[in-house]
């Protein structure tokens, strides 16, 4: 519940969680139950999760393009059980 708070774009997998709990995750994935991330913690983060599919640019460029490419990816990726909507969603939530 607390990323969902914070960070309500991501659909924080069991996944996600137990990388988290494990002490393996990036140092980034600390913060998402802090704080709202920023344009620049967004981008480091799917880049994370995406790796290199489609290169991402930068939202501090273009938000657009970014939300745009971004929805490309995301719409390749199976949706992830979302504990918080009870349902399967996307990984990102790009409306």
């Known amino acids: 519940l607390e990323v969902y708070l914070h960070n309500p774009w991501l659909t924080y997998t069991n996944g996600l969680h137990r990388l988290r709990e494990s002490g393996l995750a990036p140092d980034i994935f600390e913060d998402l139950d802090e704080r709202k991330f920023t ?7 799917c880049t994370i999760l995406f790796g290199n599919l489609i290169p991402l640019p930068h939202p501090q460029k273009s938000w657009s393009k970014f939300l745009r490419v971004l929805k490309e990816v ?13 349902r399967f969603t996307s990984w990102i939530d790009v409306r």
């Open 39 to 45: 344009a620049d913690e967004i981008f480091e983060t």
């Open 74 to 86: 995301v719409g390749r990726e199976e949706r992830q059980w979302n504990s918080i909507h009870k």
